[in-house]
């Protein structure tokens, strides 16, 4: 286990080195000057650009850029945007408002998806159809839209929760959240069903029925431990996809976090803001599938590592 | 091996005229049809027969584990230790399973759950039946495990089902069956999954265990070596009825129905050798397409004209033994050794 | 199958050919294709995902039944004006006919999931056939390539490399999506290639000394490509939504091209007063999805040996 483990965090650190080095590519290489198109909205004078392009190392080659970024990485340096702000600081005062996102969001795909999916299974076929209708006609809409109805039916029609800010202290999140978590609840709704369904057919759980367990007793004890399996796999993997609805709900319910951060900074070309944000991003994605990985060892005790 | 002499030899298990179907699309299919069998205290019981000849079914209908496989008892009677088992709701029967009546599978991995200690799983079993307190329970799981011969018990407590041989693994079973002393044991296919040299290993812990727990051994199997060996009492089963049922020791003597008859001489001995494989030619019949008459009739050398319109009923014959063949008698005169 | 040798010998010698196994995989198609045939479910789908198809090639069949059909055709005059007779589905926020820009949106929005998934597809068959069957180096190359695209959340990962276009037509933006789509379906290719190999009728072929090529593919590439092209139908949903999202997030398609994707994000400023801007893209949308989710959900089913 030790060993498959520096394995995968070799693995790791390789695929953190060329996935920031193409953000950086894509969003430093670019034709064109992102200086001078700063000062289309601001203008500068020929100096102040030249010394922001010095100050920016834009004029050394591409590859010494990039290590210059990964060395002031390495050193906690994430350096600062065109106004001379500094990007960690930005980060840092963003930061809480997109984990209480993301872990509310992970909440209610847990709780309702793994509810539903188990209704959906032991329940009848009517029951079954109308869980397996709505989950499927969330999944088709985008997450926007499913934003702006909800903002729209329990925000403002219904006057139940809050549709903007954080002003609200934890409720303002539960909104947001449950459209975020819409998609992954869906999703392991079906994964949960699935695996019940299968479960419920499989040979040891005829033996617990053998051994005079009540039907209960046989679905919790048996079945959904055996069932939870890929739907906890996927809760962790569903990270990578809560950070990126996170850019899209954070900017319909105006919540002040990362995924904010990055899609202003994008479209403001705010290019070291874009690259810090989406290097810290893309760490915490590897880091949460290598301990998914492991996890996953963990929950299903068959799963030997060589 | 024979009852011992002074036994209590009460009827443990009744089973009476079952019949379980299976329904496609609101037709009823016979997968079990007219089934009877008794065993008493102390008595092994070996139903005989091929895959689809319904012995797991009636397995099954007697413990009560039908549910998942949606097919139903639709007629006859299954009395235990007096009881009417059928009579009964669902919670009291459940009082029944794993405490009285207990059951063992034929691949100990898939019937085990994956993800659960075993010792845990054995535990479950007492926890579920009765009050012992953790500890209690805890030592008594040791004591089973020691019991079925499993070394090292109290480390291997803490293992899980993939990390023991097939072998271990229905001990396993075992252990988990046995842990509130049942009655009755049925065993369908214990050792068909395994090597030969543990099959002998785990028949003969069966037989010990039953010796020791006083206990009935329902043992399904469709190996004529094994059944011989432990059987007191055989019952035949084809295409989901009873064929034949008698004594171990007279069955093997003179089957008095021609498939059990076809069943015997296809088991090669080494005084078989050079000549050709004798085997039954067909396959069995699936239960949706059962043929008229006799069900065996298709594939008899004995088959004639009464055969394949009327269904042989079954009579009993001298010896305490029954037969469903109209010329059982013939039969039992040509193979009498 | 035996071929007969008629000599001038009546003798009659029959030639047996090793056993096709593209006759098991045809047949599991065979078999497939007719539970799928009786599903209503799969009917239904099915048909909703052709008319969707035929909308995207033709718009003009459709457009044209209320007023004029184009959907250029614009007066600022009626700017977000509800339905009216002629026009079904009310005005946008140019004045533009709602409901020719949701039948015209149709083509550019199923267009970009057909082109990423037909993208994905190819280069994760190629790719992870080449991966799962040569091993080695090539094996080690092509998976640590697919790390390092994996290694990027989806959304988080198009809104980056999207940015640095400044023109995105249909094929960049289907581009950019295949790119960091190929890793999960090259990995499914790699791992069922790997398990198809060591079957028994593969190491029989090699053992009668059938060459690299033939084994790829008339044994291998037909069994282990199933799963793929099931997965591959539930992508298409899936990326005709994503596109529709990065649109809104303002690195998809752009204008002048048609998509729902595009009539949504218009829709952000004036949904709560004109709620048609939001309903009607959204329903084709969301019909359409669902359709191809569900087609997903049968193919997979029927295709599962498992459930046989």
Known sequence: ?306 | ?337 | MSDHVLSDNPTIVPVVEPMNDLTTQSSLARDAWNDMRRNPVFLLSASVVLLMLVMAVWPGLFAGWFGSGDPRQCDLAVSNNGPAPGHPFGFDTQGCDVYANVIHGASASISVGLLVTLFCFVLAVVLGSISGFFGGWYDAVISRISDVFFGFPFLLGALILLTSFSERSIWTVSFVLALLGWPTLARLMRSTVKSVIDVDYVLAARGLGASNWRIITRHILPNAVTPVIVLSTLNIGAFIVAEATLTFLGVGLQYPAISWGLQLSAAQSSFTVSPHLLIFPSLFLGVTVVSFVLLGDVVRDAFDPKLR
């Open chain 1, 1 to 306: 286990m030790g060993r498959y483990t520096v394995r995968r965090l070799i693995q790791m650190v390789f695929v953190f080195f060329g996935v920031t080095l193409i953000i950086y590519a894509a969003v430093w290489a670019l034709p064109g000057d992102p200086i001078r198109a700063l000062s289309g909205n601001r203008p500068m004078s020929e100096s102040t650009i030249n010394s922001l392009r010095e100050q920016f190392h834009l004029n050394d080659p591409f590859y010494m850029q990039y290590l210059t970024y990964i060395g002031n990485l390495l050193r906690g340096d994430l350096g600062t945007d065109f106004s001379g702000r500094s990007v960690a600081q930005q980060m840092g005062s963003r930061w809480p408002v997109t984990i209480n996102l993301a872990l509310m969001a992970l909440l209610f795909e847990a709780v309702f998806g793994i509810a539903l999916g188990t209704i959906a299974a032991v329940r009848g076929k009517v029951t079954d159809y109308v869980i397996l209708f709505f989950s499927i006609s969330i999944i088709s809409l985008p997450v926007f839209v499913l934003a702006y109805m909800g903002q729209i039916l329990l925000g403002v029609k219904a006057g139940i929760f809050p549709v903007s800010g954080i002003n609200e202290g934890w409720l303002s999140y539960i909104l947001p959240g449950f459209i975020l978590a819409t998609t992954g609840m869906a999703s392991v709704a079906r994964l949960v069903r699935s695996s019940v369904l299968e479960n419920l057919k499989a040979d040891y759980t005829r033996t617990a029925h053998a051994k005079g367990l009540s039907n209960f007793r046989v679905l919790t004890r048996h079945v959904l431990r055996n069932s939870l399996i890929p739907a906890v796999t996927f809760l962790a993997i569903d990270l990578g996809y809560l950070m990126g609805g996170a850019i899209v709900i954070e900017g319909v319910f105006n919540l002040p976090g990362i995924g904010q951060l990055l899609f202003r900074s994008t479209a403001a070309q705010e290019g070291a803001v874009v690259v810090g944000v989406a290097s810290l991003l893309v760490l915490i994605f590897l880091l949460t599938n290598l301990l998914v990985d492991l996890l996953y060892g963990v929950l299903d005790p068959r799963i030997g590592y060589e």
């Open chain 2, 1 to 337: 091996m024979t009852i011992a002499p002074g036994t209590n030899s009460t009827e443990l298990l009744s089973v009476k005229n079952l019949r379980v179907d299976f329904f496609i699309r609101k037709k009823p299919i016979h997968i079990v049809k007219d089934v009877s069998l008794t065993i008493k205290a102390n008595e092994t019981l070996v139903v005989l027969g091929e895959s689809g000849s319904g012995k797991s079914v009636t397995s099954l209908a007697v413990m009560g584990l039908l549910g998942s496989s949606g097919a139903q008892v639709t007629a006859g009677e299954i009395h235990f230790e007096g009881v009417d088992l059928l009579a009964l709701p669902a919670n009291e029967r459940r009082k029944y399973r794993g405490a009285k009546i207990s059951m063992i599978f034929q691949d100990a991995l898939s019937a085990l759950n994956p993800v659960q200690k075993v010792g845990k799983q054995i535990l479950e079993v007492i926890q579920e039946h009765s009050d012992l307190n953790r500890q209690d329970a805890h030592k008594r799981v040791l004591e089973l495990m020691d019991r079925v011969r499993i070394p090292n018990p109290a480390v291997r407590f803490h293992d899980f089902p993939h990390q023991f041989s097939g072998g271990m693994r229905q001990r396993i079973m075992i252990a988990m069956a046995l842990a509130m002393n049942p009655s009755l044991l049925i065993a369908d296919e214990p050792t068909t999954a395994l090597d030969v040299t543990v099959q002998a290993q785990i028949m003969q812990l069966l037989v010990d265990l039953q010796r020791q727990h006083h206990m009935g051994l329902m043992l399904i199997t469709h190996d004529l070596k094994v059944a011989a060996e432990v059987a007191d009492q055989i019952v035949v089963m084809y295409a989901g009825r009873v064929v034949e049922s008698a004594p171990a020791d007279a069955l093997y003597r003179a089957p008095a129905h021609p498939y059990t008859a076809g069943l015997l001489a296809s088991t090669p001995t080494a005084q078989d050798k050079g000549t050709m494989l004798k085997s039954i030619p067909g396959t069995p019949p699936s239960p949706a397409n059962a043929p008229a008459g006799c069900p065996f009739n298709p594939r008899c050398p004995r088959a004639r004209d009464i055969c394949r319109v009327e269904e042989p009923p079954l009579v009993s014959i001298p010896g305490g033994r029954t037969s469903a063949c109209h010329f059982w008698e013939e039969v039992l005169l040509d193979e009498t050794k």
